[in-house]
């Protein structure tokens, strides 16, 4: 049976319970069987909406967050860690296929009226290369808007500045003429210009919370995000209050 003791030791193998047998199992066993049982159901259960709010503090739209519970540590699971193991054992396609079915689902059932607020027009999904490059997610974004069963616009994705890449630059094209807007997150100017932005077809960056947090006393931090040149159309949502 799972103890503290056996993750401990063991380094990377845990024991749950299966059938009233106590079975030994890789950590990889272990989140294969979380990330089927979790994202092949019918319903989706592990998300919530962070709503973003416009500076007058109006919600326009949400960002997807993965809550999936390790029933054995007794916490969720880190989002670093489930895309990651999901990468090593070819899982992206089953974690990125059932967020689009939920942002469809979300949709058709409540259309621009989400949290019973109108002109709600944006879900957000964070997602890196390893999810954008997955064939199936693509085939499925295609068949999404050929179909029309979300509008252009309504969905978008986030990705963090260190992980943008030469390599989006043709993938972006796809996902504009899809109507899928692109978030540049937990921005800092260090790794990306405003300018590359632009040209990758960006069109709203979060500046990083590290930044933002302590503005009022650290002037290096102020100076950092007050000199960011205004590049146009970009738009900047500070990442702490999810506030453009």
Same mark, same amino acid.
């Given at each position: ?16 319970? &299966? ?10 066993? #272990?989140?294969?069987?979380? %990330?089927?049982?979790? /994202? $092949? !159901? ?90 954008? &490059? ?10 999404? #808007?050929?179909?029309?069963? %979300?509008?252009?616009? /309504? $969905? !978008? ?88």
């Amino acid at each position: 049976h799972y103890s503290n003791r056996a993750l401990t030791r063991g380094r990377g193998y845990i024991y749950f319970h &299966n059938h009233s047998i106590s079975c030994p199992a890789s950590r990889k066993e #272990y989140m294969s069987e979380i %990330i089927d049982r979790t /994202f $092949l !159901s019918k319903d989706v259960t592990c998300v919530t909406l962070q709503p973003m709010l416009t500076a007058n503090k109006q919600i326009y739209g949400a960002e997807i967050l993965l809550r999936v519970m390790d029933d054995y540590r007794q916490r969720p699971i880190m989002a670093g860690e489930l895309s990651h193991i999901a990468i090593e054992i070819g899982k992206v396609s089953v974690i990125a296929l059932s967020l689009l079915r939920f942002v469809e689902s979300l949709f058709a059932e409540f259309g621009g009226n989400v949290f019973v607020i109108n002109n709600f027009h944006r879900v957000a999904i964070n997602t890196d290369s390893s999810f954008l &490059n997955d064939v199936e997610l693509n085939t499925y974004l295609k068949n999404i #808007y050929a179909n029309k069963t %979300i509008p252009a616009g /309504f $969905l !978008s994705f986030e990705i963090s500045e260190d992980l943008i890449t030469e390599e989006l630059r043709t993938k972006s094209k796809d996902y504009l003429s899809y109507g899928i807007a692109l978030v540049a997150d937990r921005y800092t100017g260090r790794d990306v210009s405003l300018d590359k932005l632009k040209e990758y077809g960006f069109t709203k960056i979060k500046i990083d919370r590290s930044l933002i947090c302590d503005m009022d006393s650290n002037p290096i931090h102020k100076d950092s995000v007050l000199s960011l040149p205004i590049v146009e159309p970009l738009d900047v949502i500070l990442h702490q209050a999810q506030i453009q």
